[in-house]
């Protein structure tokens, strides 16, 4: 059975920095590329940040380049998402997801999700 369980959320204020991880299990995760969404209240799920299986292919949505790094640790199947700088405009429930193929900002191709992991980020 996969399972995709993010970890690291929590209250920061506003210009604080967090890390999220999302371990996975069931799976062959050097083969899967993943990638990262977000959902706040009353919004649609959008996305984040997207890497490729070895890490060589890495896609950002434009309000956190320069923000946020997506990266991965094939050893620990476990994929990261550094968050600095952060914003209440960051508040969200964060997922991770995972694919075979390199799904990038397609969210609907994701074959497998997380649960999900709130960030709180206070002003």
Avoid: H
Wanted: charge should be positive; glycine fraction near 12%; proline fraction near 2%.
């Amino acid at each position: 059975q996969v399972q995709l369980v993010e970890s690291g959320g929590g209250l920061v204020q506003a210009g604080g920095s967090l890390r999220l991880s999302c371990a996975a299990s069931g799976l062959t995760f050097s083969i899967y590329s993943m990638g990262w969404f977000r959902q706040a209240p009353g919004k649609e799920r959008e996305f984040v940040a997207a890497i490729s299986r070895a890490g060589i292919r890495i896609d950002y949505v434009d309000f956190v380049k320069g923000r946020f790094a997506i990266s991965r640790d094939n050893a620990k199947n476990t994929v990261y998402l550094q968050m600095n700088s952060l914003s209440p405009e960051d508040t969200a429930v964060y997922y991770c997801a995972a694919d075979l193929g390199y799904r990038g900002a397609a969210r609907a191709l994701y074959q497998y999700w997380g649960q999900g992991i709130q960030v709180t980020v206070s002003s």
